[in-house]
């Protein structure tokens, strides 16, 4: 089993449709948390992190931790098709950045 | 504002061959990483560096070697392709840590495509 599991979709939704992308984790100790967008052919970009439980905004984004179910969620209000790119949560237990563990990302079409 | 550059871009090598992907960043971060990325595998880390002069494995290390040449460029070395090395890797840098504590951002290149018949 992975450590970190993500579904890889494709999910596709309409211009303006709320979106719900999730992670399932299973090692307790991993306490800070990323999401990361990937443009087709780019490299990952940090999108929002979260220390510990709880929630954090940014914008259209809504960042959500539950530790006691070890489960992350990053939720898109309004989406728009820029956000078209696949979204890979990231995860570790230490603040050093080579003990990241990534998801294997899901891709979201948002479609006009 | 060039951030972190990586080539080639795309590359096709025969199985024995070998070949260095070259990176370079511009940010001062004393952090870098090489990461291979495979549909279904997710971001692996191959090697990192953590400064200048220092090198250390991550999860996949076997068929690489790394040179951190200066504190700008990290280099990535197949001594001798074979099929499974077929992947796009991607070198990135980061602050140490975030200044809110945790793990650093990481600043990604473009990625590097590297076939391998």
């Known amino acids: 089993q992975k450590e970190v599991e993500q579904d890889p979709g494709p999910l596709s939704v309409p211009e303006g449709a709320i979106v719900s992308l999730n992670c399932t984790y299973s090692?307790?100790?991993?306490?800070?948390f990323m999401w990361y967008r990937q443009y087709s052919r780019k490299g990952p970009e940090l999108l929002m992190y979260?220390?510990?439980?709880g929630n954090k905004e940014d914008g259209r984004f809504t960042a959500q931790v539950d530790k006691s179910s070890k489960y992350i969620s990053l939720f898109i209000r309004d989406s728009q098709p820029s956000d078209s790119a696949t979204y890979l949560c990231?995860?570790?237990?230490?603040?050093?950045?080579?003990?990241?563990?990534f998801g294997t990302g899901t891709r979201l079409q948002v479609f006009p | 504002n060039a951030g972190v550059t990586q080539t080639p871009k795309f590359q096709v090598l025969k199985t024995g061959q070998s070949m260095t992907l070259q990176c370079a960043q511009d940010?001062?971060?004393?952090?870098m990483y090489w990461y291979r990325q495979d549909p279904g595998m997710g971001l692996r880390l191959i090697y990192y560096s953590a400064s200048e002069g220092t090198t250390d494995k991550g999860e996949v290390p076997n068929g690489y070697n790394v040179s951190r040449l200066n504190k700008r460029e990290f280099s990535l070395r197949l001594e001798s392709a074979a099929p499974s090395q077929t992947s796009v890797y991607f070198c990135a840098s980061s602050e140490d840590i975030l200044r809110t504590g945790g793990p650093g951002e990481l600043f990604f290149g473009e990625g590097s495509r590297l076939t391998v018949l």
């Open positions: 979260t220390y510990s439980s």
């Open positions: 090692n307790s100790a991993f306490q800070y």
């Open positions: 940010m001062n971060h004393n952090s």
């Open positions: 990231a995860m570790s237990a230490e603040y050093n950045t080579d003990k990241l563990i």
